[in-house]
């Protein structure tokens, strides 16, 4: 647990820079009145509450706290907290050499001439509490010499947990004080605030990213991913193999090293389809600075996906619905995608097929108008999740976070090469993904995938043959008995109504006797 002291002084600060800059804001002979009015109108207002619903997942698209908010309104996650620490990088001071060899000696546990040729202590890039290191290995691993440090600054980590400690244990107790905090349940989500924010310093687990994406592309001629050094990688420091590159926004560059922007355009695309809806493992927070271009003579013209932090999944069923999604609707098979809609559970089961069709017809019709040239499939994938809305339904936030990283690909690819054909290019990687999903190649993967659970079962298979004949045997009797308990009871009330009978008869007949014989 943090120090009760560090988290009193943080919230005192955030207290009193909060009240400060409200005093400021009030007019200048009216300030206690304009405060009070401030926070009644807050307390008591409904659209206040909804406000802030609709600002919280602009603290971390993925977590699964802001997940319904995220699917009303996307465009909200154009401001994320991804791209907040991007925009302070160059505002972090970088660890001088001396502290920087220090740290590299302590997360190594021996020194660096062991280790490496050269080492640049000087940042070639400095991060959000991180910087990134050139060296150059004594013994090659991998056939790799060159290689990349990024270095943990755990002072400011630290610090970093400790604010984000303050912001659970103030939601805490705000829960406890406050019916409306319960209602927005802010303990829930500072916690998955937390979470998304320390998922960033986390570098066992983008080491893990990096190679699972690299295992996914290997051998792939478009893409370059770094080989990761695992024996040099530690909770503060990341070992991978250096690949000389420029950003994909520097277009001199690129076509000083001959490389063709139109191809180059086409493969961001075709590759980041690849990576989110064949792979379901896919960058969510991709812009310009992280993806970047190898120049290197064995790599030169394949692209190079950087920061492995921020990385998102999805699951067969989300991956299945999005790609036959994107094709039925590619095809304006309306009726089909709104199947695929209904059997998702993304809409109410009282929804009827025909008005979502109708819908979906509505939204998508307008694109297909369009001239080819102005077509964006990254908008058309929009209506694919958020037809949904108007009935009362929703798509999961990673789908729609799917959307967003494919979004920012094709503006990637359009800003690198205006007359990209886009649209065209999704349609026919979409198709080869379903070709590829209901073909021998999936059925194979599916088989792949049952195997294992069918060595478990595959033994055990004269027991469980033995329980369903015992069990069949148990129903049967059962059956039996069932029925022959109704024939006793039809035959017990047959006998009690013949006895009936044969008693009122005797009376009758005992009667009539005795009046005839008077």
Known sequence: MRPLFRRLLLLFHALRYGARLIWLAAPEHHKLRWAATLVSRLHGSDKARASLHGALPQLGPLASAFAAALVEH????????????????????????QAVERALEAAFERPLTTLFASVDLVPARNGFAEQTHIA???????????????LLREAEVEQISDEAALLRWVARWLEKFSGTARRLQLRSLSGSFTQELLRRFDLRAEAANLSQTGHHFDRDMRIAVPTVIWDLCTPTTLVAQRIDTLSVANVIGLHAHHIKLATLAAHIIEVVSEQTFE?????????????RVSIEPDTCGRLVLADFAIMSSLSSQERHFFVHGASALFGQQYGHLADLHRNAGHVPSSTRTEVLEAELRTRAEAHFADEPEARSAGALFHHLLHAVQPFGGAVSA??????????????????????????????????????????HHGWIRRISQEL?????IVPRMPQLAVLYLQHQHDQTRSQRDAELTRELGREIRRTRALLWACAVSGAVLGAGAILLAQ
């Open 136 to 150: 150059r290995l004594i013994a090659p691993v991998d056939g790799h010499c060159n290689v990349s440090i990024k």
């Open 398 to 439: 990673r789908l729609a976070n799917a959307q967003r990283s494919f979004e920012q690909a094709e503006a990637l690819a359009r800003a690198l090469h205006p007359g990209v054909d886009t649209w065209n290019i999704a349609r026919r990687t979409l198709a080869g993904i379903a070709r590829r999903d209901l073909g």
């Open 74 to 97: 996307p465009e909200l996650a154009g401001g994320t907290l991804h791209d907040v620490i991007d925009a302070v990088d160059h505002m972090q001071a970088p660890l001088p050499p």
């Open 279 to 291: 792979h379901g493992f896919f960058h969510a927070a991709l812009d310009a600075e992280r993806v």
């Open 452 to 456: 294992p659970h069918l060595a478990h």
